[in-house]
């Protein structure tokens, strides 16, 4: 048996395990997306197909470049990407990776590869981050053998990898110099669709309205979880933001938490109360945010709902409905 059927063979033994790998860093990466609030990640993970690995030994060998142990020395054998919407969320989750030393060993900054410092200013091209990462739990296989990449990028980067590597660099028939620089030429488009993506980020959370809107959004998913059908913005807005302070509003990411947790803590009773249509609050998102000011303290409910000039009568029915009974004022 040829030295390149035994790596063959060898090889596809190891799939399965890698594919378990695969799906298993998969997990991790999003629940790290999750924890640091990065939203709509697209990650996505493979195991090196078997043709894929020999074409490389076949190619370092006949530049007389061989590998000594393919399958210790390729470091790609395990890939994941992570496609992010926002540039700046790539230092956080590189930074997230590198402190789950319960998932992987110590990463040092050796094992980082930031592209954009490979570019000189006047370059453009990929400026992705891949990370050589060893993981913890390698089920049977030898440290080597389960060392992994994870590439961290924007959609946009993703975008130019694709097109790149399939049009300039991939195919057998050679591409002319007109044709790679028409493809490079779209990385300085999608530069620039980056940094605009990224500054209107900005400028829509500095927006002083923007934290009562994210807070709107949860109240209304949350109730479309237990009720369908229009409901008054409007009023929605206006209660909403009587009820909850400026300083509150500093953390909205908390509050959205909140509002997704006391949905999920409370569905049966939810489910209840807001298939009712009096009093008329029971139909709109707020009647969430009231519960949960209600469920929390009672006390300061009424105080803020008073301070807000809002009727007394009004939250005495919503507190009804919840079970609730208002202490007498004060």
């Not at 999750?34 to 090196?48: D, F």
């Not at 470049?65 to 210790?72: E, N, Q, R, V």
């Not at 891949?130 to 994870?150: F, K, N, S, Y």
């Amino acid at each position: 048996m040829s030295n390149d059927e035994k790596l063959r063979k060898q090889y596809l033994a190891m799939v399965p395990t890698l594919d378990q790998l695969v799906e298993d860093l998969r997990e991790s990466l999003i629940a790290w997306c999750n924890e640091l609030k990065i939203y709509s990640p697209r990650i996505e993970g493979r195991v090196k197909e078997c043709h894929s690995l020999l074409n490389k030994v076949l190619e370092r060998n006949v530049h007389g470049k061989s590998f000594g142990d393919p399958l210790a020395e390729l470091s790609d054998k395990v890939g994941i990407r992570a496609d992010l919407i926002y540039g700046s969320d790539i230092k956080r989750l590189v930074k997230r990776i590198q402190q789950a030393t319960d998932v992987f060993e110590p990463i040092g900054d050796d094992a980082i590869d930031d592209k954009r410092f490979s570019l000189s200013a006047n370059e453009v091209g990929y400026s992705g981050v891949h990370i050589d990462a060893v993981p913890l739990e390698r089920r049977g296989l030898a440290r080597e053998h389960a060392t992994c990449e994870i590439q961290i990028r924007t959609n946009a980067q993703a975008a130019w990898a694709m097109a790149s590597h399939e049009l300039a660099y991939k195919p057998v028939v050679k591409r002319s110099d007109d044709e790679k620089r028409r493809v490079f030429r779209l990385t300085a488009l999608l530069e620039l669709f980056d940094e605009q993506i990224l500054h209107s980020r900005d400028e829509l959370m500095s927006d002083p309205n923007y934290p009562v809107a994210r807070l709107i959004h949860a109240l209304r998913d949350a109730r479309f979880q237990f009720r369908a059908g229009e409901f008054n913005t409007a009023l929605t807005h206006d209660m909403v933001s009587r009820l909850v302070d400026a300083e509150s509003l500093k953390n909205v990411d908390k509050l959205v938490d909140y509002v997704s947790t006391f949905a999920h803590v409370h569905e049966g009773k939810l489910n209840n109360v807001l298939s009712r249509d009096y009093p008329s609050l029971l139909t709109q998102p707020e009647a969430i945010l009231i519960f949960m000011k209600l469920e929390d303290d009672i006390h300061n409910c009424q105080e803020i709902w008073h301070a807000a000039g809002l009727p007394n009568g009004l939250l005495e029915k919503m507190a009804n409905a919840w079970g609730k009974r208002l202490p007498p004022p004060l």
